[in-house]
């Protein structure tokens, strides 16, 4: 993956989405309103499914460009097809 992947971009946007989380935690312990964790909550999972998104869309571009132009079209439409579902059902 790494080889195709802005592997930087994703490791900066994972290590936010971490210190997200981590928040949220201090949150909680501070007793702080709900509301505010709960905007928190919604941000870390929007930071979240935009790593999936960047993910599907390299996936796109290489994986199943690339495995097109050398045969076995079927397999690569399958192979895709599974990665947009497991991705759709991230809630």
Avoid: T, W
Avoid at 39 to 49: D, E, G
Avoid at 66 to 80: L, T
Wanted: glycine share 6%; hydrophobic share 40%; charged share 30%.
């Amino acid at each position: 993956m790494e080889q195709y992947m802005d592997s930087a971009n994703l490791h900066r946007r994972l290590r936010k989405i971490a210190g997200q989380v981590n928040a949220i935690d201090r949150m909680v312990d501070e007793d702080l309103p709900c509301e505010d964790i709960l905007l928190q909550v919604n941000a870390a999972k929007a930071a979240l499914h935009k790593v999936g998104q960047i993910m599907l869309e390299k996936h796109l571009e290489q994986c199943i460009k690339g495995g097109m132009e050398h045969g076995d079209a079927e397999r690569i439409i399958a192979d895709f097809s599974k990665a947009v579902e497991r991705f759709s059902n991230i809630k």
